[in-house]
């Protein structure tokens, strides 16, 4: 995910997917047509330091131009709507909630591609989960600016600290869009605590 660590700690399989994809996103940005890609900059971390690949979401109804997000503890979304192939790749990071970037995708798709949110699918990747993303409580504060309740979305633990849930925070958002919760599939992995997922926070090498 992170293209500025070494691509050597990833499997074969991943290491080749990474490369293509690599080279996939780079053709996308220097050949789709403008209105084609919604671009809407999270500015984390990946993005401040490797600003060639600045977009945190893509779409497309071209079944030829394969689109993905890479996540090491960011919540990846992918959704297809039947009624419109509308095919979308979403990367959600804390700040990119923030920012309500899922909420200005669906939107978007909604109003300029007729994207029919009550036939779309979602599928939620793995992510770090409500337990494991610890924030410091300044950070938290900020999210009361969301235009909803975002009460139960966060827990505090000191004085300083408290935990963000991200996943429940987006899926708020896509019901709000319209999309239905039998539609919605979110893995319940933990990035963090399951060894077998990359996990930035974890170990900043993977």
């Given at each position: 995910y992170y293209y500025m660590h070494p691509i050597k700690n990833m499997?074969?399989?991943?290491?080749?997917?990474a490369y293509s994809l690599g080279k996939q996103r780079k053709y996308l940005l220097a050949n789709c047509k403008k209105e084609n890609v919604y671009i809407d900059t999270a500015l984390t971390q990946?993005?401040?330091?490797?600003?060639?690949?600045?977009?945190?979401?893509?779409?497309?109804?071209?079944?030829?131009?394969?689109?993905?997000?890479?996540?090491?503890?960011c919540l990846g979304i992918v959704l297809y709507d039947p009624t419109s192939h509308i095919i979308a790749a979403i990367h959600s990071g804390w700040a990119g909630t923030r920012k309500q970037i899922t909420s200005k995708v669906l939107n978007h798709l909604i109003q300029k591609e007729h994207l029919n949110p009550s036939t779309t699918k979602v599928y939620m990747c793995p992510c770090i989960q409500f337990d494991s993303l610890e924030?410091?409580?300044?950070?938290?504060?900020?999210?009361?600016?969301?235009?909803?309740?975002?009460?139960?979305f966060i827990k505090t633990i000191s004085t300083t600290k408290g935990l963000l849930d991200n996943r429940g925070l987006n899926i708020e958002?896509?019901?709000?869009?319209?999309?239905?919760?039998?539609?919605?599939?979110?893995?319940n992995l933990d990035t963090?605590?399951?060894q077998n997922m990359f996990s930035y926070r974890r170990n900043r090498q993977c």
């Open positions: 499997n074969s399989f991943v290491q080749n997917f990946v993005y401040q330091t490797y600003g060639e690949y600045d977009y945190d979401a893509y779409y497309t109804k071209d079944i030829q131009h394969p689109i993905g997000v890479f996540t090491a503890d924030m410091g409580t300044d950070i938290l504060e900020t999210f009361h600016q969301l235009p909803f309740d975002v009460s139960p958002m896509l019901k709000r869009c319209g999309i239905l919760e039998a539609n919605i599939i979110a893995s963090f605590h399951d």
